[in-house]
């Protein structure tokens, strides 16, 4: 039975994955409502049929937000997204991660939010895995403060499930990438690479460059949560591709698509990065029939030539 419902609220909906998500819900006609500090959001990348509202997840006057627009559901993304920030300031991460989402609950819980969504790390909650790719079930041993308070979040889900009724889906992403990344922050050593090969200034390489990650386009994100809403069902998901891709091969990859004179250069390797990481999908295959659609080639290639119009 199709679930009926038509408001929907997105924290964090002006940034990379938010807006892109957006941007799909208003082609299937839901009302979106997008409340953002604009800390690295952009007000730009919402489509005037959004109603946005500049807030911090932490304010109290949130509730009034929840009370006008009475969201069915809510995409909670909105977070201090850099771990190496979270490892100098992990009191100024748990207060966005931990506090702010806890902000989010209690009005969810309050206005009665029939399910909330929310934007896990599939990439730092299970630490150093033994099992790679790796599944829902490892044990989560997150290495950052980030990670912990991606943790923490879920476990108050379940608690508000178990004591309020609020469905809840935790989406553990692997390291998204696509068009509207930040170039500037850590997260995205795509949109980096991307941006600097552009304006042909140098780009270094961390350590060997052997180290790998999961990479999933911003698309197959976006299909996922879309799917997790539509879905009866509740619970932690991984969200990733089960391919383990290394820096140096999107280094050359990138020179390539962008024709970069660019030379390979290495410089320190970051203290305590993890040297592998990828998730396995089977558990969201097949509860939601969702597979990544994207190759990572072919992800890259639109990636770059949003970068390219972008200039
Ligand atoms: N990009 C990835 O690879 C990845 C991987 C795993 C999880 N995630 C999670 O997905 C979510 C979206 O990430 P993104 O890559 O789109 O990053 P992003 O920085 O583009 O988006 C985050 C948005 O939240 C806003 N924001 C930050 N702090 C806020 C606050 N206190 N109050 C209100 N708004 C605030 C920012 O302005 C921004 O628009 C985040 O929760 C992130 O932790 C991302």
């Not at 009034?64 to 997204?81: M, S």
């Not at 009665?112 to 790796?134: M, Q």
């Not at 390797?269 to 969702?290: H, T, V, Y």
Request: proline content about 4%; aromatic content about 10%.
């Amino acid at each position: 039975m199709p679930k009926l419902f038509k408001n929907i609220l997105i924290t964090g909906g002006a940034g990379f994955i938010g807006s892109n998500l957006a941007d799909k819900l208003l082609q299937e006609n839901y009302n979106v409502v997008v409340v953002d500090n604009l800390s690295a959001g952009k007000k730009e990348n919402l489509d005037k049929k959004v109603k946005f509202y500049k807030m911090d997840i932490g304010d109290k006057k949130i509730s009034k937000v929840f009370a006008k627009e009475r969201p069915d559901i809510v995409f909670h993304l909105a977070a201090q997204i850099n771990v190496r920030d979270s490892v100098k300031d992990p009191i100024a991460d748990a207060k966005a991660n931990i506090l702010g989402s806890l902000n989010i609950l209690e009005s969810c819980k309050n206005y009665n939010v029939k399910k909330i969504i929310f934007s896990s790390s599939g990439g730092t909650i299970y630490g150093s895995a033994s099992i790679i790719p790796t599944p829902e079930s490892s044990p989560e041993i997150p290495e950052s403060p980030y990670g912990i308070a991606k943790l923490s979040v879920e476990k108050y889900l379940n608690y508000y499930h178990k004591g309020f009724g609020l469905e809840f889906i935790a989406l553990r992403f692997a390291n998204v990438y696509g068009p509207r990344q930040n170039p500037k922050g850590e997260a995205g050593v795509v949109a980096i690479f991307t941006d600097k090969m552009l304006a042909k200034k140098e780009v270094v390489i961390n350590g060997s460059g052997k180290q790998t990650r999961d990479y999933v386009f911003v698309d197959d994100v976006v299909s996922a949560c879309i799917l997790s809403m539509k879905s009866d069902k509740i619970g932690i998901f991984n969200v990733g591709t089960g391919m383990e891709t290394d820096v140096n091969f999107i280094f050359a990859e990138i020179k390539r698509l962008t024709n970069s004179d660019c030379m390979e250069a290495h410089g320190q390797e970051n203290i305590g990065e993890l040297q592998r990481s990828c998730l396995d999908f089977a558990k969201i295959k097949n509860s939601f029939i969702w597979t990544p659609k994207y190759d990572f080639k072919i992800g890259l290639e639109k990636t770059v030539i949003w970068f390219k119009n972008k200039k």
